[in-house]
């Protein structure tokens, strides 16, 4: 039996490209995850390994849908392979039931690794050469010195909820504790050098 397992990294994206070629490959059940493929739980994955049994064949849209790193690829097709289980990708065209298969399996996973590690390099190096000259990484501030004071001024009037006051100045709930944390710190921090 083929059984497929389908895997996006956020709620928002979509799995049905996914989907739809596994069930044009001709896999009877699709197990599938929003997740990050760093994730240690993936529900959709835990439930596919389950399902198979010897002479089934896992099958991916892409190999990376299926291992956070090309160790955990290998360990995993390792498993499947102690269990008489096949494994078969659909966009690199590999099947690990042929040795043609295994060989490729092993290429391709080297090389999505080395283009991960160089992807990362790259980005490290663009974040330092911009910190060199001055420009900090991250999210943008949500909250400036006004906004913070408007919120110490809505708070300091008892009928105002932290609700109303998120709303009145156009942030999350996380964002309002976060800045009004860090101010009431600092105060706490600045009475505390002056007594």
């Known amino acids: ?11 928002e994206q979509n799995l049905d490209l996914q989907t739809d070629a596994l069930q044009k490959a001709g896999c009877e059940r699709v197990f599938s995850d929003k997740v990050s493929g760093v994730a240690s739980e993936r529900k959709g994955l835990a439930h596919t390994l389950e399902m198979l049994r010897p002479g089934d064949v896992l099958v991916v849209w892409r190999l990376d849908r299926l291992g956070r790193s090309l160790k955990d690829l290998i360990e995993l097709v390792g498993e499947l392979e102690q269990k008489s289980i096949g494994f078969r990708s659909l966009t690199e065209n590999i ?9 490729v399996f092993h290429l391709f996973g080297a090389l999505a690794e080395f283009e991960r590690n160089l992807i990362r390099e790259r980005t ?6 911009a910190r060199a000259r001055g420009r ?9 010195e006004k906004k913070i004071r408007q919120a110490q001024a809505l708070m300091a009037d008892p009928r105002n909820t ?4 998120c ?3 156009g ?3 996380t964002s309002f504790y976060k800045y009004v944390k860090i101010r009431d710190k600092n105060k706490t921090n600045e009475t505390n050098k002056k007594g």
């Open 171 to 173: 942030i999350g709930r």
């Open 136 to 144: 900090k990484g991250g999210r943008r501030e949500v909250m400036d």
């Open 1 to 11: 039996m083929l059984i497929g397992y389908a895997r996006v990294s956020t709620e």
């Open 95 to 103: 099947d690990s039931t042929s040795p043609g298969g295994k060989l």
């Open 162 to 165: 932290i609700k109303d006051i």
């Open 124 to 129: 490290l190096a663009g974040l330092k050469a």
């Open 167 to 169: 709303k009145t100045l």
